[in-house]
């Protein structure tokens, strides 16, 4: 996080008394989203309420909470008096809008601000909920997303870390996405002349019954602002043609903006391979002819269904779980980050792909073991990310057309410690977060959340990682503190769920022991017992009778509870309710959408339909 210098107001500007008196910010909001037993998290936000656009803002606030970081803004203390400058990307604030900073505390808040300051204006601080010492905690280390599972998936509801501008509507004076009671006070408080104040929903510089009337007429939840350019990433899985019988056609892609096709390979000639020739390229379907340059799923998705469904783009993904272990040879040398580029560029023109996404897993450390590792792959990746994005722009030139370059990245800070997050993300049109496989049956001493919104702090792993880190919030948070933006960060949900066996009943299973790693939904005499089942088995087991479904409140996902099936048969999972949240909180911090693996375990959509509702995307 860069810091200002401390010298008390962090304001990097001058301004007029005239462009004072149109600032349209008169309050601060201060609310706490999370809290555990030695701090909180918070946010604070401001809403334009003036008739003018906001170029530029800075603020302070005296005897406030003990903060100890901060996103969405640069921040800096100075004895009892905390500084916030905008980001750059949330530095225009046009009028209705409003801005939210995050950050993480310790100790709970409480109602000690004695002094605040906006563009060099005093403000009101307004406090939007008292901090009750719930036990919520939205973590506090970083996620990891899994170390082990083959190509089939290795790669909380807090509102804190949000950011970005949230419109309202005519009588919502706070901004907050409602009419209600705040607004009727809103207006008692400015009654009378009242020029660019919030409570003017008229705009004719008055406070008065008129702007009453229109705060009762309004009344309610804000309307819709309509469709969004949330993405909506789905993976499908080459491999899904055989047992899973699931082919391209099945998707439901109305409900999907970018399908990630996995995986291609690298071959030992460091460019870029088919996986698997019969289904990406030969095998036939339907209207299919002998004379047709290619055939197979690559034929199916970009040549059948694309053209039916014009919204959608296409990319290859590289790499994954089982064939990551060239990136390391490929991004070594100007010559070979050159030469797998290259053939990059020629692939997707060849099968009429939008772009590549890149899964390497992992630079530096933490694969396969038969993978090549080199301290400098965190440089390297950097410039692996940069050689290709100047190929794909040069190549999009030449065909008119944009060609998208992503990533699927590590959930865990361990991980995205070898990443240069800012530099890396900076060449690509979005990174996807991994935001799963935080725990699992490779480690049979405890069950626990595989892809838990925030950490549950009664997690009583000895791994701080595991404990505090290891979660969907913290997968995303070293990307925005290292100044990506919002937009820029794809948050992962699962429609898998990781299972243990033979686990001990206190507690319904939950932070237990266990003893064995029981069969998942596709498992056969080369995977053995995997403890990986798809949601909609999942959501059979639960129909049935013969498993309760548990809601763990903290981390805000659920879990499936057998004591009698495998010895004591521990789910953790994703349903439609965390992922709700989930929505909500890509919402709530202007991220750029959501990616899943895989569409083949949601198979009646359920998840899909949550996400495709919530976001509203077009």
């Known amino acids: 996080m860069t810091q200002l210098t401390k010298t008390g107001i962090a304001c990097g500007f001058l301004m007029t008394t005239a462009s004072l008196a149109q600032a349209g910010v008169t309050s601060l909001t201060v ?86 300051e906006f563009n060099g204006m005093p403000v009101e601080i307004n406090y939007a909920g008292a901090d009750e010492g719930d036990g919520d905690d939205d973590g506090s280390d970083g996620g990891n997303d899994g170390d082990d599972g083959g190509n089939d998936g290795g790669g909380g509801d807090d509102t804190g870390d949000g950011s970005g501008t949230t419109p309202g509507c005519d009588g919502d004076t706070d901004g907050n996405g409602a009419v209600d009671v705040s607004d009727i006070l809103a207006v008692l408080d400015g009654w009378g002349p009242c020029p660019g104040c919030g409570a003017d929903v008229d705009g004719n510089d008055v406070v008065d019954v008129d702007d009453m009337l229109a705060v009762l007429g309004a009344w309610g939840d ?59 390229i030969e095998r036939s379907y339907p209207g299919d002819t002998w004379d047709q340059p290619y055939r197979g799923t690559y034929n199916q998705l970009n040549n059948v269904l694309k053209p039916q469904y014009p919204h ?108 240069e ?45 595991v404990r505090n880190f290891y979660n969907a919030h913290h997968s995303v948070l070293p990307w925005l503190e290292a100044g990506v933006e919002p937009d820029k960060i794809v948050m992962g949900v699962p429609f898998y769920g990781r299972a243990w066996g033979g686990v001990n009943p206190t507690n319904n299973g939950l932070f237990q022991a266990g003893t064995l790693v029981p069969p998942g939904t596709w498992d056969d005499w080369s995977s053995g017992a995997t403890g990986m089942n798809d949601y909609t088995e999942i959501a059979s087991f639960i129909a049935s009778g013969n498993y309760v479904r548990l809601w763990d409140d903290t981390a805000k996902v659920p879990w499936a509870w057998s004591p009698d099936n495998h010895g004591g048969h521990f789910i953790s999972y994703d349903d439609a309710e965390s992922i709700e949240l989930k929505m909500d909180y890509i919402k709530d911090n202007s991220l750029g959408g959501v990616m899943f693996w895989e569409v083949t375990a949601d198979r009646e959509a359920e998840l899909l339909d949550v996400m495709y509702q919530s976001l509203e995307v077009e």
């Open 222 to 280: 804000c309307p819709s602002t309509g469709p969004t350019n949330k993405r909506i990433v789905g993976y499908y899985i080459e491999w899904g043609i055989y047992g899973r019988d699931y082919q391209p056609a099945d998707m439901p892609l109305d409900k999907i903006t970018h399908v990630n096709y996995a995986f291609a390979n690298i071959g030992d000639d460091g460019r870029i391979a088919i996986g698997d020739p019969y289904a990406a």
């Open 312 to 419: 959608l783009k296409t990319l290859i993904s590289v790499g994954g779980w089982t064939w990551s272990g060239k990136f390391s040879d490929v991004a070594q040398t100007a010559q070979s980050r050159q030469i797998f580029a290259e053939s990059c560029v020629e692939f997707i023109r060849t099968y009429n792909f939008d772009g590549v996404d890149i899964d390497w897993e992992y630079p530096v450390c933490c694969g396969l073991s038969s993978n090549t590792y080199r301290p400098e792959d965190r440089e390297n990746y950097t410039l692996l990310a940069e050689e290709l994005r100047n190929q794909l722009d040069a190549a999009g030139q030449e065909d008119g057309r944009e060609y998208l370059l992503t990533i699927a990245a590590a959930g865990g800070i361990d991980k995205l410690e070898n990443y």
């Open 31 to 116: 609310e706490s989203t999370n809290s555990w037993s030695s701090g909180h998290s918070g946010q604070i936000s401001f809403v334009n309420s003036g008739v003018d656009p906001i170029e530029g803002w800075s603020f302070w606030i005296e005897d406030g909470p003990a903060i100890t970081s901060a996103w969405n803004c640069e921040w800096s203390a100075d004895g009892n008096r905390d500084s916030f400058l905008d980001a750059g990307w949330n530095g225009i604030i046009d009028p209705g809008e409003t801005v939210t900073i995050g950050y993480e505390a310790t100790g709970l808040l409480e109602q000690t601000i004695t002094g605040a």
């Open 421 to 465: 997050l800012a530099e890396l993300a900076s060449h690509l049109d979005w990174v996807n977060t991994m935001s799963y496989d935080f725990m699992g049956s490779w480690d049979l001493s405890i069950t626990g959340h595989h892809s838990g919104l925030y950490a549950n702090p009664d997690n009583p792993s000895p791994n701080q990682n």
